[in-house]
């Protein structure tokens, strides 16, 4: 079964699990707080981009973010690792905040987000994606989450 398939029928928890799990390797001093003033440039970002106005869960947003991940052919073997195998026994409920942070962790391999001359932040690609299509349900997600209960 491709990974792309396998992270569709992820369960919530393992979506949040796998997602964390890349977010806590990566060592960078990437933004990882969706502020009004992040959102809206994610909305000019997106400017011509269909988003529906759908609420997106946690589970949600931690696929879209993961089949992003998995448009990378070098990344693909630790996803599949990471979905098939055991999780960790010390590893407790992912937050609504570190699914937040993460997805934007694996936006920002794609896109710089960068405050202006003016003051705002201002978002642009970095790096495209093989499929292009898989930026925007990223950023829909964000843009329409609301975190669980």
Do not use: C, H
């Not at 070098?74 to 999780?87: C, K, V």
């Amino acid at each position: 079964m491709p990974i792309q398939d396998r992270i569709a029928s992820l369960d919530d928890a393992t979506a949040r699990r796998v997602l964390d799990s890349i977010a806590r390797a990566q060592s960078t001093s990437a933004e990882t707080a969706l502020t009004p003033a992040l959102r809206q440039a994610l909305r000019d970002f997106a400017t011509g981009v269909e988003i529906a106005a759908v609420p997106a869960s946690d589970g949600d947003l931690a696929r879209a973010a993961l089949l992003l991940l998995a448009d990378d052919p070098q990344r693909q073997p630790i996803l599949t690792a990471l979905i098939e195998g055991p999780a960790p026994a010390q590893f407790g409920p992912v937050k609504n905040a570190a699914v937040v942070a993460a997805a934007l962790l694996v936006l920002q391999l794609y896109v710089k987000f960068e405050y202006d001359k003016d003051g705002r932040w201002s978002v642009e690609i970095i790096k495209t994606p093989v499929d292009k299509t898989l930026l925007a349900p990223v950023v829909e997600k964000l843009l329409n989450y609301t975190p669980s209960k």
